[in-house]
Each structure stands twice: as C-alpha cells, then as structure tokens.
C-alpha cells in the first residue's frame, strides 16, 4: 500500500521559517501533480500550493503567495513547502496530496482537493504571536 508522509511541521514565532517535506512511498510520483493543503480547527481544508508532474508550474492560494514556495525533487519522489513570514493564521495541519491522473497541470483542477487520491497523515503547523 502507497503512502505519502510528511514531516517539518512544529511550533514558530511569528516571523519565522519552516520546510515541510512529503516522502511519496509505494506511490507513482513523478508522473503526478502534488499539492499541499491546510486544515485549522473549525474550518474547511484550504488549498496551500501545488505543482506540476516536472515542476515547472506552480499555484498558491492568495493568503500564503509571496510567503510560500513549493517545489519537488522526482529523483528523491519528495515533495517539499517552505513557509516564510509565518503568520499566527498559517496555525494548522497541512497535508500534502497526489493528485488522482497522471500529467494533468490545469489550475482549477490542482487547486479542487477533489482531485486528490492519495493524502497523507498530515503535519500540525503552530506559529505563535
């Protein structure tokens, strides 16, 4: 059974830096767009990032863009985000995701969590005040 497992997640002053990565096990991956979502308590899963199969496009949602970065290394089939300018709003876990069919890169589609297969347990993310 494929899995995908994240890691780098903690507790941050506000201000700081973190990198998550997403080790892909089992899993087909680098025919595949990977993305990372976010889940706080009391509110719905939030698209974070995503980026194509060969990484050469990528999308961020509107609350992380300009902080966020995320890239993936098809050699190592891990997928990373590195977060900048942490804000105490970006406190949640975030899950990193394969979506369902191969070589798509559109981005309404990586964008709808929908699209995704394969999620990981996801990493918990505090960043303090």
């Known amino acids: 059974q494929g899995q995908l497992v994240e890691s780098g997640g903690g507790l941050v002053q506000a201000g700081g830096s973190l990198r998550l990565s997403c080790a892909a096990s089992?899993?087909?991956?680098?025919?595949?767009?990977m993305g990372w979502f976010r889940q706080a308590p009391g509110r719905e899963r939030e698209f974070v990032a995503a980026?194509?199969?060969?990484?050469?496009?990528?999308y961020y949602g509107d609350s992380v863009k300009g902080r966020f970065t995320i890239s993936r290394d098809n050699g190592k089939n891990t997928l990373y985000l590195q977060m900048n300018s942490l804000e105490p709003e970006d406190t949640a876990v975030y899950y990193c995701?394969?979506?369902?069919?191969?070589?798509?890169?559109?981005?309404?589609?990586?964008?709808?969590?929908?699209?995704?297969?394969?999620w990981g347990q996801g990493t918990q993310v505090t960043v303090s005040s």
């Open positions: 995701a394969r979506l369902a069919n191969a070589h798509y890169s559109g981005k309404f589609y990586l964008q709808n969590e929908a699209k995704y297969n394969y």
């Open positions: 089992g899993v087909s991956f680098s025919s595949y767009a």
């Open positions: 980026i194509s199969y060969l990484g050469g496009t990528t």
